[in-house]
């Protein structure tokens, strides 16, 4: 049996991936789907994040983003949902094939919320022009689909932008999906194909031989399998010596009647990123600020006022809508951004952690490497790398 430790959409992908294998597998976590799963936006964005520096990420977030449709799918027919209406999009170059799109004649994939509508990062000054001019010509060197846009060009596409937006990039492809319908969706999934889940907090892990065999619980007890994924994000470093670490993320959703915005809109406003992300059912998602905080997970007036403000700067009609919820959430960082997935290197202990902000686009990948689907990409996440730079 594989016991999954931790029930966030990685965890949860896993351990559902596993069982539709027809593999025996436990979950166990404290409060499935509550931890940064919960606080995320859910941007499935490989190209408008990528940075001159994360040439690998966006190798495994372009080939998780392709993977993302047919996972959709099958969660969708699991969790009793229907069809996502979504098919794999893009350019047919086998390495930078990115994007989704709606199948023909289908209705969005409401089920999960995923929508495929594009990101705009939009630009204020001049300087901020000539970032973004040099960010497409590195685009265009990797051969990703985006588009220069003129301050008019960007208004025609969202009416609601700032009339201070000069002008931004389109990545057509980029898309999106709500992380708690995903998480929701793989708890019923699992439940209907009957697997266990331990609603209790890992303490350690069971050694036996020099070989991993199960995990302890809180504030007693124990669950034994032939192995252990640990994808217990931001609290892996606690359980194994793996170099997670949390990086704290203050995240606000407004609601309104009329939705503001048709895709994901992202810029760089005093010097710090800000996106909003729009929802389905008229909830706009502004995030999220990144603290070396450690474990603090409280909800700041400071926080607040810089996502407001900068979003403001961006979409100035934001600040007539109605907050439904603030939340701060731990994303698990590593020292390299990279996650961190495969075998531990002691027998029975396999990793799935160190996602970051991308661990809901990175979850079919994720579960793709831990089932030997993905040999290749599987070198960039090794666990070994760490000790080899040791």
């Not at 991936?17 to 499935?44: C, K, N, Q, W, Y």
Request: one cysteine or more; hydrophobic letters at 45%.
């Amino acid at each position: 049996m594989d016991v999954i430790v931790g029930g966030g959409v990685v965890g949860l992908s896993v351990a559902w991936r596993l069982a539709r294998e027809g593999r025996p597998v436990t979950v166990i976590d404290p409060a499935p789907g509550s931890g940064a799963s919960h606080a995320a936006a859910g941007m499935l964005a490989p190209v408008s994040e990528v940075t001159y520096t994360e040439a690998p990420l966006l190798r495994l977030g372009v080939a998780s983003l392709r993977r993302w449709p047919a996972f959709a799918a099958e969660l969708a027919a699991d969790a009793g949902l229907g069809t996502t209406g979504l098919e794999a999009g893009g350019q047919e170059s086998p390495e930078h094939a990115v994007g989704l799109r709606l199948a023909p004649g289908a209705p969005p994939g409401r089920g999960l919320d995923l929508r495929a509508d594009g990101t705009l990062d939009v630009a204020f000054g001049a300087d901020d022009l000539a970032a973004l001019e040099e960010l497409a010509a590195f685009m265009d060197k990797l051969g990703l689909p985006v588009e220069r846009l003129t301050g008019r060009e960007c208004r025609r596409l969202e009416p609601m932008l700032a009339p201070s937006v000069r002008g931004g990039l389109l990545a057509p492809d980029d898309a999106w999906v709500n992380p708690r319908r995903v998480t929701a969706a793989l708890l019923t999934a699992l439940e209907r194909r009957g697997v266990p889940l331990v609603r209790a907090r890992a303490t350690g892990l069971l050694h036996e031989d020099g070989a991993v065999v199960g995990v302890r619980l809180e504030p007693g007890g124990e669950v034994r399998g032939e192995r252990v994924v640990l994808a217990a994000g931001a609290w892996s470093g606690g359980l194994a010596d793996v170099p997670v670490r949390p990086v704290k993320g203050q995240i606000m959703r407004l609601r309104s009647p009329q939705p503001l915005l048709s895709r994901c809109v992202r810029g760089a406003v005093h010097g710090s990123s800000v996106y909003l992300v729009p929802r389905g059912d008229g909830e706009l998602v502004v995030g999220a600020t990144q603290e070396e905080m450690g474990f603090d997970t409280k909800v700041t007036a400071g926080g607040l006022y810089e996502l407001l403000r900068d979003a403001r700067e961006l979409v100035p009609g934001v600040t007539e809508l109605e907050v439904a919820d603030v939340v701060a959430g731990l994303r698990p960082g590593t020292p390299d951004n990279l996650p961190v997935i495969g075998p531990s290197g002691t027998p029975g202990l396999v990793y799935a952690t160190g996602h970051h902000r991308g661990g809901v686009l990175l979850a079919p990948l994720t579960t793709a490497i831990l089932l030997g689907e993905e040999s290749e990409l599987a070198a960039l996440c090794a666990p070994g790398r760490f000790r080899d730079l040791s």
